[in-house]
């Protein structure tokens, strides 16, 4: 009998994105709002790592995680420069956040989900582009419908808004390293997203 290993795929570089990509991606989940403690996927061997408990008491407010086969570098940060009239804004070089509004009780990550773009917040990490894209979950009961971020309800946004403004922040110190900018709609979330995956494409699948 032939024997064969099989391995997992790396959720980064080894996860295809859906066929109507980007009316429509496949998101990797990282972490949910019942976690208490910050997961990240380690970028070598693709499993999560623990990154660092939560310092605060408040927690995700929806499921987040990264676009695979996508990466925050000049192009995607190109576009944060052109808002903010500015040339010296770099991305990451992180794979592209997502936030994904489900009315279910999703209780881990390290799962795949079918989403829907919908907006995206805009925020600078010190000098780095640091864009969460907004999506729903497809065929949600109280999401799914939503094509455009003016239609979720602005208390859920404060609590986004709020979050990744925040998450960051060590206690006992008064500078907050995160930056809140703008908030903007589908059009341009699809726009962030197609540049991430022409970064990634430049960084990774380029011969030169």
């Known amino acids: 009998m032939k024997k064969f290993i099989d391995h997992k795929a790396h959720p980064w570089h080894g996860i295809k994105q859906s066929e109507g990509f980007p009316e429509t991606v496949r998101a990797f989940i990282e972490i949910v709002p019942t976690d208490t403690v910050k997961y990240e996927v380690d970028k070598e061997s693709g499993y999560l790592s623990l990154d660092r408990p939560q310092k605060f008491s408040n927690i995700v407010p929806s499921l987040y995680g990264f676009l695979p086969k996508t990466y925050c570098g000049p192009k995607m940060a190109a576009l944060t420069n052109k808002a903010l009239a500015r040339k010296d804004v770099e991305g990451d070089g992180d794979p592209l956040d997502i936030c994904i509004l489900t009315e279910k009780d999703v209780t881990h990550g390290d799962i795949i989900v079918n989403a829907r773009p919908i907006g995206g917040l805009r925020l600078l990490d010190h000098n780095q582009a640091d864009d969460k894209i907004i999506a729903v979950l497809r065929s949600d ?26 998450y960051k922040d060590i206690p006992g110190e008064n500078t907050s390293r995160m930056q809140f900018v703008s908030i903007y709609g589908a059009d341009v979330a699809k726009e962030i997203i197609l540049k991430s995956t022409e970064d990634y494409e430049d960084m990774f699948l380029s011969e030169n």
């Open 141 to 166: 009961a109280v999401y799914g419908m939503m094509t455009d971020i003016e239609q979720v309800p602005i208390d859920i946004i404060r609590r986004l808004i709020h979050y990744f403004s925040t």
